[in-house]
Antibody, heavy 121, light 107 residues
Framework: EVLLVESGGGLVQPGGSLRLSCAAS????????MSWVRQAPGKGLQCVAN????????YYADSVKGRFTISRDNTKNSLYLEMNSLRADDTAVYYC??????????????WGQGTLVTVSA | DVQMTQSPSSLSASVGDRVTITCRAG??????LNWYQQKAGEAPKLLIS???NFQSGVPSRFSGSASGTDFTLTISSLQPEDFATYYC?????????FGQGTKLEIK
């Protein structure tokens, strides 16, 4: 059974940092593109970042470019999102998701349960 | 980023109704269009990928189609468990982008 379990969310002050982790099981992490997708309270979905199987290619939404870093450790079956210079509008549930297809372009077929990040003073 | 415009933003319908949700891409995305269903408090669920290919386990009342930059999700006969929010997503250009969502409510 494919499982994705996020952790690391919490309350952080504006300007602060947080590191999210996603533990993957039930499949070979190194064979999949992976994504972080967020959802602000009562709002829609936004792809924050995604990363190629070997970690050599990464893409970011403009709103997080330069502040967030996606990474992975296939030996530990883990995906990460390092978030710096956090702002109030980064408040959201952050989901880890597995992307289908060799190029990760056929949708995200498995999602974690999400971890809530709240940026507030 | 590629803009995805979904309509309507909300929809009231009854069990048994046929409903259609539309998504328009701001530029050509071939058929790299996916549909998700999200229920309150849950993660999204992938229903359809590549415009018309439905995921294993998705009921056959769901279908997707494409015409140029316009995409549709059709539910042929609404069931009580279908009341949820639906999102389209383009996966042709990075960063992938979602439509704003369509909330399907019980009339």
């Amino acid at each position: 059974e494919v499982l994705l379990v996020e952790s690391g969310g919490g309350l952080v002050q504006p300007g602060g940092s947080l590191r999210l982790s996603c533990a993957a099981s039930g499949f070979t992490l190194s064979s999949s593109w992976m994504s972080w997708v967020r959802q602000a309270p009562g709002k829609g979905l936004q792809c924050v970042a995604n990363i190629k199987q070997d970690g050599t290619v990464k893409y970011y939404a403009d709103s997080v470019k330069g502040r967030f870093t996606i990474s992975r450790d296939n030996t530990k079956n883990s995906l990460y999102l390092e978030m710096n210079s956090l702002r109030a509008d980064d408040t959201a549930v952050y989901y880890c998701a597995r992307d289908r297809g060799g190029s990760g372009d056929f949708g995200s077929d498995y999602w974690g349960q999400g971890t809530l990040v709240t940026v507030s003073a | 980023d590629v803009q995805m415009t979904q309509s309507p933003s909300s929809l009231s319908a009854s069990v048994g109704d046929r409903v259609t949700i539309t998504c328009r891409a701001g530029q050509s995305i071939s058929t790299y269009l996916n549909w998700y269903q999200q229920k309150a408090g849950e993660a999204p669920k992938l229903l359809i990928s590549a415009a018309s290919n439905f995921q294993s386990g998705v009921p056959s009342r769901f279908s997707g189609s494409a015409s140029g930059t316009d995409f549709t999700l059709t539910i042929s006969s609404l069931q009580p468990e279908d009341f949820a929010t639906y999102y389209c997503q383009q996966s042709y250009y990075n960063p992938y982008t979602f439509g704003q969502g369509t909330k399907l409510e019980i009339k």
